[in-house]
């Protein structure tokens, strides 16, 4: 990536005051400009990758909508025309439809969604708790979690 920097020193002067004439004008002041100029990078790194479809898992490409069904469900979302889904050999393919800036812009996007689909679908859903400090303790006790901390009793909750 390159990157140029221009600095330009221009010093700003102000009017003088004419109201008040016993104070002694402003000193020039010194502003920089300073601008990067940065090349266009026109492709997304995530979306240029093929996104690998596990076995037991069925991605469907309907006229605007993206169907992704697996052992623990269905997700379905809606597409933008400016990009084109293609479903080849086990592997999907996000490509932009054309080259426009918005196009470009939900390419990688869209790549990620249908990862994230696909491993919403295979991957159930987990949430781990994990409790620090001394004298805390948890317990599990059929649907429920029993907390102690620090409470004078302790707090029961249900697991959903």
Do not use: C
């Not at 919403?120 to 859903?125: A, D, K, R």
Request: glycine fraction near 8%; aromatic fraction near 4%; hydrophobic fraction near 35%.
């Amino acid at each position: 990536m390159k990157k140029s920097i221009y600095i330009v020193a221009e010093p700003l002067r102000r009017a003088h005051r004419t109201s008040r004439t016993t104070r002694a004008p402003h000193s020039p002041r010194l502003e920089l400009h300073t601008s990067l100029f940065v090349t266009k990078n026109n492709m997304s790194r995530t979306g240029k990758l093929p996104i690998k479809i596990p076995a037991g898992t069925d991605l469907t490409v309907a006229p605007g909508e993206i169907i992704v069904k697996g052992k623990g469900g269905t997700l379905k979302r809606a597409t933008h025309p400016a990009v084109t889904i293609t479903v080849q050999n086990g592997e999907a393919l996000v490509t932009p439809s054309n080259n426009t800036r918005v196009a470009r812009a939900l390419w990688g996007t869209y790549a990620a969604h249908i990862r994230n689909m696909i491993a919403g679908v295979n991957t159930p859903f987990s949430k781990k708790l994990q409790v620090e400090g001394i004298g805390y303790r948890v317990e599990l006790s059929g649907k429920q979690i029993k907390l102690s901390v620090g409470f004078s009793h302790p707090v029961l909750v249900q697991i959903p």
